[in-house]
């Protein structure tokens, strides 16, 4: 193993113990549902069975998943620490003070906010927070003195009125970015007069100067840089300078590479805390911990960023910010900067594994941590590909690729990512394994038709390919044991 698992297995001692507790727990919760103990087993059971490359998931530590079973579930904490809207808080208090203080030892960053609930809720405070700091318009300057919780029902009605008229810049969603990076049917999309910037055609990869000359045109007040299925690098240095050229604030979504990032692989201009005014992420994906959100700020805008609760949250997830506290912790270790390394030098690993086996990659392969595949040269849609590939055990989401023929349901691409089957132990060989099975499995299917002509959605899989892949993943599966040690 390339990778160091002692973050979800630090020894035979730390698993006895986690077995006891899990073990408990389900026995408590099977006296009450029965059902849901059993499908929370089973769960465990399919993960441990199945080749999880899906990008934006990972295998977060047992003392992460503990840390969310308590009874901070139990208490509300509208406000901030140690100004709350509800009695008794000093314990939340506590708690977020830490997440908070992890954030910002690990990412370098003046501020941090921890309540986010989402990735989502974390780009929607971002865009609340900049717009209340930032109003400067005739006849509003008067709101930007004002904190967000002075704003009268008349202040918001203008405020209201005014965001037709802001303007925000980001990628589209078919070359790599995000729903809410300004795509319509996205609230983001609607708070917004948007614009996107796309990639070069023909190499798939941002055209900085491109996207200089959109941002002199718009003039937008956000600048949105970050992606969620882009699988280079990107030069914050140089998205910063052209924010700076416009007047706009530099947002960027780290949500997929935040590990990268905090494991020191991503350094200097690649790293996008020190040049953005406000960073966003996840705390899942490459950073292994729970499902929720922060915001990373620079001075200037963390007051506002601050008032997230009651802005755009409601009551903080005080459990799931606790977790987040744990994972933080545990991503401040040297082990961390080892995984997210391999992270990366896995993502070459399965790119090159899909080239030599004539695969063809969007940009041509990776820098990152993901791999978009573009299925059409199999003669597939992705969601062809992506359900012949469960079939298999291996487990994918289906994604657009730049100029996509078949729209962003059916999709052409399918989208890989190493940071799950890294937190197990993969590595290049492995990994190089794995897109053999891939291939394996894409080469024997072929599109079926509907009672009505071509589907883009049916398939069929030759007969034992499944069976297949299945045994020789379970061996490779077998070497590098989930939560190994840990039983239910």
Known sequence: MTADSSLTAPGVEYAATASEAYRAALSVIESVEPRIAAATRKELADQRDSLKLIASENYASPAVLLTMGTWFSDKYAEGTVGHRFYAACQNVDTVEALAAEHARELFGAPYAYAQPHSGIDANLVAYWAILATRIEAPGLAELGAKHVNDLSEQDWEKLRAKL????????????????THGFRPNVSGKMFHQRSYGTDPQTGLIDYAAVAAAAREFKPLILVAGYSAYPRRVNFATMREIADEVGATLLVDMAHFAGLVAGKVFTGDEDPVPHAHVTTTTTHKSLRGPRGGLVLATEEYAPAVDKGCPMVLGGPLSHVMAAKA????????????EYAQAVADNAKALADGFLKRGARLVTGGTDNHLVL???????????????ALLDAGVVTNRNSIPADPNGAWYTSGIRFGTPALTTRGFGAAEFDRVA???????????????????????????????????????????????YPGLTL
């Open 164 to 179: 037709g008229n802001q303007r925000l810049l980001g990628m589209s969603l078919e070359t790599g970015g995000h729903l």
């Open 373 to 387: 595949l573009d299925v059409t040269s199999f003669g597939l849609t992705g969601r062809q590909a992506e359900s």
């Open 326 to 337: 744990v994972a933080l912790a545990e991503a401040r270790q040297p082990a961390f900067r």
């Open 436 to 482: 053999e099975l891939v291939v394996d499995v894409l080469k024997n299917t072929e599109p079926a038709a509907a009672s009505n002509g071509p589907s883009k959605a049916k398939y069929k899989l030759a007969d034992g390919v499944a069976d297949r892949v299945h045994a020789a993943s379970a061996e490779i599966l077998a070497a590098n044991p989930l």
